[in-house]
C-alpha cells in the first residue's frame, strides 16, 4: 500500500502545518473510517453466523 504524498509544497505559515501533513492527515482519516466500516461489517457476520439457527 503507498501513501499519497504528493508534491511537496510550502508549509502554511497561519496553521504552523505543511499542506503535505494536512493532506496525509485527511487520507489517513478516510482510510480509518474504511477500515472501521470494513470491521463493522466482518462484526456483523461473525454475530450472524455465531447465532445462526440451523
Same mark, same amino acid.
Given at each position: 500500500?503507498?501513501? *499519497? %504524498?504528493? @508534491? *511537496? @509544497? *510550502?508549509?502554511? $505559515?497561519?496553521? !504552523?502545518? !505543511? /499542506?503535505? !501533513?494536512?493532506?496525509?492527515? +485527511?487520507?489517513?482519516? #478516510? =482510510?480509518? =473510517?474504511?477500515? +472501521?466500516? +470494513? #470491521? =463493522? /461489517?466482518?462484526? $456483523? =457476520? +461473525?454475530?450472524? !453466523?455465531? %447465532?445462526?439457527? @440451523?
Amino acid at each position: 500500500m503507498t501513501i *499519497p %504524498f504528493g @508534491e *511537496p @509544497e *510550502p508549509s502554511d $505559515a497561519l496553521l !504552523s502545518k !505543511s /499542506v503535505t !501533513s494536512t493532506r496525509l492527515r +485527511a487520507w489517513l482519516t #478516510q =482510510r480509518l =473510517r474504511q477500515l +472501521a466500516a +470494513a #470491521q =463493522r /461489517v466482518q462484526d $456483523a =457476520r +461473525a454475530l450472524r !453466523s455465531e %447465532f445462526s439457527i @440451523e
